[in-house]
């Protein structure tokens, strides 16, 4: 960007300061548009997981979806999750992550940061994204304080937050009781930062390969 003389500004304070303003929003936009371009496609996610020996396919039904891990080398499924595309209010969509189930021989993969449950989570938020989501929203489920702790943990490593404890103690928690069918912490998580915390490290696994 070319530099900008303030001694050949015949202007007042006020309009220089909107000049820089101006400059600084067009800045701004810039780098927005640079980061977006770094996501990764829904093609890159599963080509990433392929690597990995994993093929992860997402299926809809009106709002609603489910994505399947299938191992490459038995076949066997390895796990799945399920949700919606939710509309809060008018245009405003939230991806209202369901459930995730994984089978007992994919502990040794959650071992890695680049587990089973971090590639069909990422297919659910590219997902989200792609449908003009702009938050996600889940509930850790509480069955066992050990598991409950891990889940928060796991969660909070991708970005999400914790908003609000589901107890079944108070009325209040009953509309989330409704909505999710359990107790537990809710937690959320902006859809675009998501998908930017993670994008580097899709494309570094389909550059490795």
């Known amino acids: 960007m070319q530099g900008i003389s303030l001694h050949h500004l015949h202007l007042p304070i006020q309009n220089n300061k909107n000049i820089w303003e ?26 990433a997981s392929r690597a990995q020996k994993v093929e992860v396919q997402l299926k809809t039904l009106g709002p609603f979806f489910r994505i399947t891990a299938t191992s490459l080398e038995t076949q066997r499924e390895l796990g799945r999750a399920e949700g919606l595309i939710r509309i809060w209010f008018p245009g405003t969509k939230i991806l209202h992550l369901d459930s995730m189930k994984l089978r007992k021989e994919t502990l040794n993969m959650e071992k890695s940061i680049f587990g089973l449950r971090l590639f069909i989570g990422v297919v659910a938020i590219r997902h989200g994204y792609d449908f003009g989501c702009t938050t996600a929203q889940l509930l850790a489920i509480n069955d066992s304080d050990l598991y409950h702790s891990k889940l928060v943990r796991f969660y909070s490593r991708l970005g999400f937050r914790e908003v609000y404890q589901v107890n079944g103690s108070s009325i209040g928690d009953i509309p989330h009781m409704l909505v999710w069918g359990g107790v537990g912490t809710r937690m959320d998580a902006c859809i675009e930062q998501l998908m930017l915390k993670w994008c580097t490290r899709f494309k570094k696994i389909k550059t490795i390969q």
């Open 22 to 47: 101006h400059v600084s929003v067009k800045a701004n936009k810039g780098s927005e548009e640079g980061d977006k371009a770094l996501l990764p496609s829904m093609s890159d996610i599963l080509e």
